[in-house]
């Protein structure tokens, strides 16, 4: 639509005579004048005369003998302070940011009812009954800088006219929307607000953080902008990010924009959002060359510099944005060969940071998020800020290592959930960092949580005693192999944090019928492990190490997607409908049964364990010309065949005590009730929560969902 559709055209006239007048009204888009009222304008009319005043108590003023034809309105006034959050970005280390009055006061003025069409209509209606001429603006219609604030909406009109602005005369280069002589008018300001997805700052597990942090860690997987072609040098780029499901795109193009996202790199899933100011959106800094020189100087050409990180030597991944009350990092898991390859290199090294031993490939990339992590803190990290770092695969190793550095060196305020992680660090690591609260959810049939595998060490071959258990029952000995259980060099390494358990519910089920519960020991992981081992080829006495790896990473149970993310979705909505519907029972009685039966097969393939006879072991060593057995007589082989055996059996016993312990802890977690905290953390004090959440259920894929998961709608229900 064209400037001589949306207004009248006015032609300059030559006549300098004043006894003109303007009347204006500024409102928000419920139609109310009172988040303007006592806002500085300027009017200059086309004569260069200026008039100054503050609007009413209902955002409206009236401008008396004015020269004839349009004036232009500005409304430049600097922000003054009084909100530290806004203060804080005056003051900042790095992208300062031309905060207006304006701006802030659009900011607290929410988000208007809509048309099916989605258009405004109250404002509109008010100007009908004041007899006004009615326009939409933007503050960008207002500042001289506009690179902090959303791209302009081309669907917000009808705007102000350019050919008026062009005939104000001597106004006309003035920063400022033109208004027509001896007319009042109505100009309805765009709210500037945004969505920011809800996380709750308890230290404590809450099932809608794990949901979010799900999808967190399947976004990161994601190009922030263009995608990177394969053998292609990665270049970063500057806005608008027009990629759907890309990094750039959710957060600047979406979410800032007060567009609810639905593609998350691939993935299609809602976050539960609240509509909050624009400047209390998860941030992405303002592409301004011009006026950011020094943050460009120093390597921040464009926002996906400060934002994103894809250091080519590693090849590791990770995106950080933050608001007023959170800042978030998520680092990316397995994906291209080098990260495989680190997968695999299972040496330890001293964890400089802190105290004990790390895996020696996770380390290497946690030194380069490091950096990247630290420099963004630097700049934008508040003492009032939550920080919340999660990763799916290899990322949950190395946000693991680099959550410990944060709390030891940044913040005691954080929070850290991890999705299918292996481990990355010994017992003295494990051990110094117990006070950095973790969430490490597993899946059943995902292998890799038993990454490291033990023999992966340089030093595998110090294992004989193990080589014997492998060769007296493949599917135990390597179980006992896999699980960590054997100390080949230095401590052995250990899991890290609470583990929570998704259990289907019948065997080959999908991700949407997991049940999530906490069995207490690793064995469920480690027999998921050593089945996929047991399926490969040997190389040797041992498994064929990419053999193994790419089955473990491309298991459907290891996807960041469909093996975590749709199943926190799931475990989201069957904790929310056990508060509202089974008084808070964790578990249906069927689902009771299921996970029992779990524990059962993995006890009888225990006790089924039979080991070979010496004379098959013997053979055995023979066949593989295993170097390690090399020269040793049938009495050593019968010592060391006997050591074996008695391993294999202790370490057996040991597991079938675990899972007796398993069985009841499922007893005792099923006698405990779940809370709303237990679903939505501290967010449970918000009066609009229940609102929201019935907003969030109602879409149709959560709809879906639920129907997958076989739960059934609650009654309406409030939490605070």
Known sequence: M??????????????????????????DEHGEGNPYAGLPYMLHDSQGQQYEGALDEDGYARVENIYCGPSVLSLLTDYRGGDKWYEHFLDRKSFQLPLTALQVAAEHSPSGPRNPDSKTYLAEGRATRENARFLRVEVRDFVEAKEHLPDADSDWWPRPSTVLK???GLAAERTGVALAPNLHHLLEVKA???????????????????YHLAVMSTFVYAPFGKAKQPKERYVSTAPPYTLQGSIGHVLREQLARLARPTLFNTASYHLLCEEVPYSKRLEVMPHDPERYKAEAEN??????????????????QAFITHNDKVLLISVRGTQETPDILRDLDARQVPYAEGVGQAHRGFYGAFQAAKVFVERYMEAFYTDEQTVIVCGHSLGGAIALLLAEWLRTNWSQNIQLYTFGAPRAGDRAFVQAAAALPHHRLVNHNDPVPAVPFTWMDAEWKLASAGTVALFSSPLLGIALLLGGLLNLKGD????HGEQRHFVPRKPGAGSETAILWQPGCAILDERACASYTGAVDLQGDMPKRMSLVNQAFSAAEHSSDGGYSRAMLTTLLRWHAGVENREGALFSPAEIQDIHNLIQRAEEQL??????SFVEF???????HDTRFYNKSDLQLRQMYNEGITLARTLGRQQREALERA??????????????????GDLIEREDLHELVAQWRSLDENREAEQLAKISSPPARQYA
């Open 618 to 624: 013997r053979h055995e060593i023979r066949k593989r």
């Open 299 to 316: 390597g921040w050409n464009n926002p996906e510099d400060v934002h994103f990180l894809y250091d080519e030597k590693t090849e590791t």
């Open 166 to 168: 062009q005939n104000a």
């Open 607 to 612: 006790a089924s364990w039979q080991p070979r």
């Open 2 to 27: 064209n400037d001589s559709t949306k207004t009248n055209r006015v032609e300059m006239l030559d006549c300098p005579l004043r006894g003109n007048w303007v009347s204006f009204r500024l409102v």
């Open 192 to 210: 500037l607000r945004a969505y920011s997805p809800l996380l709750s700052h308890d230290k404590a597990f809450c099932a809608l953080n794990a």
């Open 663 to 680: 069985k009841m802890r499922l007893l005792n977690q099923a006698e405990r009730p779940l809370t709303a905290q237990d679903v939505f």
């Open 492 to 495: 052995p390494y250990e899991h």
